[in-house]
């Protein structure tokens, strides 16, 4: 059985090989990039399964790293986890809204690293493999394909913001708590603020357009799909 693979963009070598050493001693086939163009290069010519990647790093900064991978269509899915000295939560907010799926900051844990990245594969896993194709309102949902369409136009979404919109689009009108989704879409061990499912809910209705009414807010508990366009009883959509 092939390993999994993941690719490291680090430019500080001896973390990169402390964590190189580790991911391959839990049975990981390992890369490493020391620059973002590399990493880009690396990631879209290598599919790695999961990125780790630092924000400060030379030629291209991580930000702008995993802004492209989410604009290739080749690496779009692809999970990122953020490796930064940077513990401040904007830095954070920041990080996730250009679409990262989890955040670490340094100095970390190996072993809690192992861990997140065990978690975030195995979300991956189960969104490829859930097997049905979710349609309310106009969204259809494909998760095996990774696709989202309105009315019939793909709509370009982060990993993150696929499983948050598949949660709530497959129980319309049941109103989620800011816990639950972040639980869902970002996993219970991600270390996030509740405030980052409201950037998502932002940076997702943006994109859903005329949509956007849809993702309607349940003021004091947190979001819901819409069961119907003419509800509206009780919640914004700010």
């Known amino acids: 059985m092939p390993k999994t693979r993941v690719l490291i963009i680090e430019d500080d070598r001896s973390l990169a090989n402390v964590v190189e050493y580790n ?14 163009q590399d990493g880009l290069n690396q990631a879209r ?7 780790l ?3 400060m790093i030379p030629v291209i900064d991580g930000l702008e790293v995993c802004r492209r991978l989410r604009n290739s269509p080749e690496t779009a899915m692809i999970p990122v986890i953020m490796l930064t000295a940077r513990a401040d939560e904007t830095d954070q907010v920041v990080g996730y809204n250009v679409g990262a799926d989890d955040y670490v900051t340094k100095p970390f844990s190996v072993k809690v690293l192992l861990e997140r990245i065990k978690s975030l594969l195995r979300r991956q896993v189960r969104s490829e493999w859930a097997g049905e194709v979710v349609k309310h309102a ?3 949902i494909d998760r095996i394909k990774h696709r989202v369409e309105l009315n019939g136009q793909p709509l370009d979404l982060t990993p993150s913001e696929f499983r948050l919109l598949d949660i709530l689009v497959r129980q319309p009108g049941r109103a989620f708590d800011r816990t639950e989704l972040i639980d869902g879409a970002l ?6 603020l509740e405030r980052t499912i409201d950037v998502h809910i932002r940076s997702l209705r ?3 357009g005329e949509y956007a009414d849809l993702i309607e807010t349940v003021r004091g508990i947190g979001y819901r799909c819409r069961e119907s366009s003419l509800e509206a009883t009780g919640t914004t959509s700010d």
């Not at 010519?45 to 990125?51: C, R």
């Not at 996993?187 to 996030?192: L, N, R």
């Open 45 to 51: 010519a290598k599919s790695p399964a999961l990125i």
């Open 187 to 192: 996993g219970a061990d991600a270390m996030v």
């Open 23 to 36: 991911l391959a001693q839990a049975g990981y086939e390992v890369l490493c990039a020391f620059d973002g």
């Open 53 to 55: 990647l630092d924000v």
């Open 206 to 208: 943006k994109k859903m």
């Open 138 to 140: 106009g969204i259809t």
